[in-house]
């Protein structure tokens, strides 16, 4: 089945405290991106990836890291999460940088304390 | 910038009635369109999407939007809602000059149906 997944679902975690959100794509999408959703604010792109080795901030960057070692693979990484990183994420695909549809993964819970 | 407009927050139907969401974006030129819903608890999935040709473009579960250039909308309809149709839908809009694909979503828009 074509998916976009992520883990974890749900985390609680701690001012200061390293994290990382994985993110995997089984279609051999070219393009990835990060998104997190706030209420009254739709979503803002974090980073997106074009191709591995490829990755660009999108409109909210700051406190964020990714990296794209592999195709299928695009990991969301917080160095220091801070409370104002409370916040739903989804991680998307889509076949190319030609605006094709994106396809979002299941989302990610986030409560930084 | 790019910006996506829907004028509702929150609406309220109930069953049978018909709905129209509202959305407007600030890009004029070559845009790709779409709609996305976000059930309770669930990610994204998308609706209906236009790329260029016919204006009116029909989506799953009895979806439709209708592309008006001169207006910079993209509103979506449903004839007849259900309460299966509770949700919060996105307008969001993509454009060759976006910078690397990217989507620009509106608010969002909570659609509460009562049975």
């Known amino acids: 089945e074509a998916q976009v997944t992520q883990n974890p679902r749900y985390l609680i975690t701690v001012t200061g405290k390293k994290l990382t959100v994985t993110c995997s794509q089984n279609?051999?999408?070219?393009?990835m991106s990060w998104y997190r959703q706030d209420p009254g604010l739709g979503l803002r792109q974090i980073y997106y990836?074009?191709?591995?080795?490829?990755?660009d901030k999108g409109d909210v960057p700051e406190g964020y890291k990714v990296s794209r070692k592999e195709k299928r693979n695009f990991p969301l990484i917080l160095e220091s999460p801070s409370p104002n990183q409370t916040s739903l994420y989804f991680c998307?695909?889509?076949?190319?940088?030609?605006?094709?549809?994106?396809?979002f993964g299941p989302g990610t819970r986030l409560l930084v304390l | 910038a790019q910006s996506v407009s829907q004028h509702n927050h929150h609406v309220i139907l109930s069953e049978a009635a018909s709905l129209e969401l509202g959305c407007n974006y600030s890009?004029?030129?070559?845009?790709?369109l779409f709609w996305y819903v976000q059930y309770p608890g669930q990610h994204l999935q998308l609706l209906l999407k236009?790329?260029?040709?016919?204006?009116l473009v029909k989506g799953i579960k009895g979806f439709e939007a209708e592309f008006i250039k001169s207006k910079f909308s993209f509103n979506l309809r449903k004839p007849s809602v259900q309460w299966s149709d509770t949700a919060e839908y996105f307008c969001?809009?993509?454009?060759?000059?976006?910078?690397?694909?990217?989507?620009?979503f509106g608010q969002g828009t909570e659609l509460s149906v009562k049975p």
């Open positions: 998307a695909s889509s076949k190319s940088r030609r605006q094709e549809t994106q396809y």
């Open positions: 279609m051999n999408h070219e393009y």
């Open positions: 990836s074009m191709n591995v080795e490829v990755t």
């Open positions: 890009y004029g030129g070559t845009v790709n």
């Open positions: 236009y790329f260029s040709g016919d204006p």
């Open positions: 969001a809009v993509t454009s060759i000059y976006n910078q690397g694909g990217k989507l620009i």
